[in-house]
C-alpha cells in the first residue's frame, strides 16, 4: 500500500510540474489540469482499494485452501470453464418512468459438464456504446467483490444466475442504438479471469 502511495504521489506531482511549464499564467488551463488530477486522483485511489481488497480477499482463499486435505485438489471442487452473459441482460426502467434508467447483467458461471454453479469470484462490468469516438465510447464500468457477489445468486424457474443491477441514469440519456457489456470475472479458485461480452438491443 505505501508503495502504491508513492507512486500515486510521484505521478501527480509530475503531472503538476508539466501543467505549470506549459502556460502557468492561464487560469483557464490550470483549472482544467487541476480537474484532470482530481479525476485521476480519484481514479488511482480506487483502483488501489480495489486492489488491496482483493489481495485480503485472496488471503483468505489461500487460508480456506491450506485447510483442506491433501488429496482434494481446486479442480474436484468445481472446474469452471466459461462465464455466460443470459439474453436478459439489458437495459430496465425499473420505476416505470418511461425511462431505461437500470443496467441488470445476468451471469452464469458453467463447469466442465456445461451445469451453472455458483462459482466464487470478483465481476467487473462495463458498459460500451461502440459507435462513439474511443475517448468516449465507454459510457459505464463497475467492479463487485466477492462478498457482495455471494449475495446476488438468484434462482428463479427459468434461470439461475448471478444478477448485478447497475444505475446508469447519469450516463445513457435514451436507448435507441444497441449497446455492449463486457464483463470479467475472477475465479478465486483458480485465479483464472473469464471474458464475455454481448450485445444489447432496445426492446
Given at each position: ?143 463487485t467483490g466477492p462478498d457482495e457477489l455471494k449475495k446476488l ?8 444466475n448471478y444478477r448485478l443491477t447497475f444505475d446508469v441514469a ?25 471474458k464475455e461480452q454481448k450485445v444489447i438491443k432496445p426492446r
Open positions: 500500500m505505501r508503495t502504491l502511495s508513492f507512486i500515486l504521489a510521484g505521478y501527480l506531482l509530475s503531472l503538476i510540474f508539466a501543467a505549470g511549464c506549459e502556460n502557468s499564467n492561464s487560469p483557464s488551463f490550470l483549472k482544467k489540469k487541476l480537474d484532470t488530477l482530481t479525476q485521476e486522483k480519484t481514479e488511482l485511489t480506487r483502483q488501489i482499494e480495489r486492489s488491496e481488497a482483493e489481495k485480503e480477499q485472496l488471503k483468505k482463499q489461500i487460508q480456506v485452501l491450506s485447510g483442506l486435505p491433501s488429496e482434494v485438489k481446486p479442480r474436484e471442487i468445481y472446474d469452471l470453464q466459461e462465464v455466460r452473459i443470459t439474453r436478459y441482460t439489458n437495459l430496465y426502467d425499473k420505476d416505470k418512468d418511461g425511462k431505461k434508467e437500470k443496467l441488470i447483467v445476468y451471469l452464469q458461471p458453467i463447469d466442465k459438464d456445461g451445469d451453472i454453479i455458483k462459482a466464487a469470484g470478483a465481476v467487473d462490468v462495463q458498459l460500451w456504446d461502440l459507435n462513439k469516438n474511443d475517448g468516449q465510447a465507454m459510457l459505464g464500468a463497475w467492479h445468486w438468484f434462482a428463479a424457474i427459468i434461470s439461475t447519469d450516463k445513457i440519456d435514451s436507448f435507441k442504438e444497441p449497446l455492449t457489456v463486457k464483463v470479467a470475472f475472477t475465479d478465486y479458485l483458480t485465479g483464472k479471469v473469464f
